[in-house]
């Protein structure tokens, strides 16, 4: 397959893919999910095995990046010996994950003798009782943890990423940046997506727009738009007297769709082609059809690909007109 096979049908070259390992997850982040949250049967998710078939014909299709995402991606059973797979196959430039950090205190050196380059850690709260409050977890001291295990080891890039609620954890944005920018690793704070039905808030109540956070922030800082970019929607700052950079995902306020350059695997095998949007295409159906070959599944992905949205919309005072979570679908 050539490797230039993987354009839109708006042109734009798609050479990222972001895989959900698993719907699961040892936390229950109020924005992302219920308590009491049903998770996709266990049959109805990829197999290790299946994933690793994906990824590697997407990286023979062109793709270059894969990030491993979820649910908690580092709960699922046997995920290193996949990571290291996919990790070491031919063509694959970088291979990045996504992890809340409950288990990087025991796996973060594991995660980078498999291949793992860059590390990007949810952190929304730096005081434990609000940590409790906002993942239903009491898990804060060892997700520290986790993230200084993986600060000592020479990985390409480590990041924060927090989102940004009003008046449950604004008030930390600035003690947020600074955790990030003195541990020598970038931060980015994120607009909430209506993902999902949840219970927990209204979402049009809690909203904090990007530009807010960096006008509260460019009251510490001295911050100047960089054209940095790492292949993801992140618009990034330098901060003056930092090697690191601060950077805001605004989904709501500056969609980024104009350079999306990634499609979606679902942990139930669904490639979907855009975050806000229910375009997508069974590829789990295409490679558990016995007569199925690698042919089958490439033309289903360039199948999929001309189903690739232009832009998305969201809009916080709807019902979300998305109701997959983000968990399920990888964010
Ligand atoms: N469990 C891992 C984690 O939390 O990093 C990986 C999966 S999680 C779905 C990926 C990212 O999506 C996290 O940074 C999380 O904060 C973010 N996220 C989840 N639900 C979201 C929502 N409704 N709006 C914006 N970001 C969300
Ligand atoms: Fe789990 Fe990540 Fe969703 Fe939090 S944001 S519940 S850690 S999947």
Not at 76 to 98: C, F, S, Y
Not at 155 to 165: D, P
Not at 280 to 304: F, G, M, N, Q, W
Request: net charge negative; glycine share 6%.
């Amino acid at each position: 397959m050539s490797p230039s096979a993987l354009i839109d049908p708006f042109g734009r070259k798609i050479d990222y893919l972001r895989i959900s390992v698993t719907d699961r997850c040892d936390f229950r982040c109020t924005y992302c999910m219920d308590e009491d949250v049903t998770f996709m049967p266990r049959d109805h998710i990829l197999s290790l095995e299946e994933i690793i078939y994906v990824a590697k014909t997407f990286i023979s299709m062109g793709t270059k990046r894969i990030r491993i995402t979820g649910g908690e991606p580092l709960v699922r059973k046997n995920i290193l010996w996949a990571i290291e797979q996919i990790a070491n196959t031919n063509g694959l430039e970088e291979l990045t994950i996504t992890t809340n950090g409950s288990q990087l205190y025991k796996m973060a050196q594991s995660l980078l003798d498999v291949g793992v380059s860059r590390i990007n850690i949810s952190l929304d709260t730096l005081k434990a009782e609000r940590f409790y409050t906002l993942t239903r977890r009491d898990k804060f001291q060892q997700v520290i943890d986790g993230i200084e295990a993986a600060s000592k080891l020479p990985f390409k890039r480590l990041k924060i990423n927090s989102v940004m609620l009003k008046n449950q954890n604004d008030d930390e944005l600035f003690d947020l940046a600074h955790f990030a920018l003195e541990r020598k690793m970038d931060i980015s704070f994120i607009e909430e997506m209506p993902l999902g039905i949840i219970t927990d808030h209204n979402r049009a109540a809690t909203y904090l727009s990007s530009d807010e956070v960096i006008e509260t922030l460019g009251r510490h800082y001295e911050l100047t738009p960089s054209a940095s970019t790492t292949s993801g929607p992140t618009r990034y700052y330098q901060v003056a007297g930092y090697d690191h950079k601060i950077g805001v995902i605004s989904p709501h306020s500056h969609n980024f769709c104009d350079t999306c350059n990634r499609v979606r695997l679902t942990a139930e095998g669904r490639l979907l082609l855009c975050l806000g949007n229910e375009h997508s295409k069974d590829l789990k159906s295409v490679i558990r059809e016995s007569s199925a070959d690698a042919t089958s599944l490439e033309s289903a992905i360039i199948e999929a690909l001309a189903l690739k949205p232009q832009k998305h919309h969201f809009n916080l005072d709807e019902a979300p007109q998305i109701l997959r979570f983000m968990s399920a679908t990888g964010g």
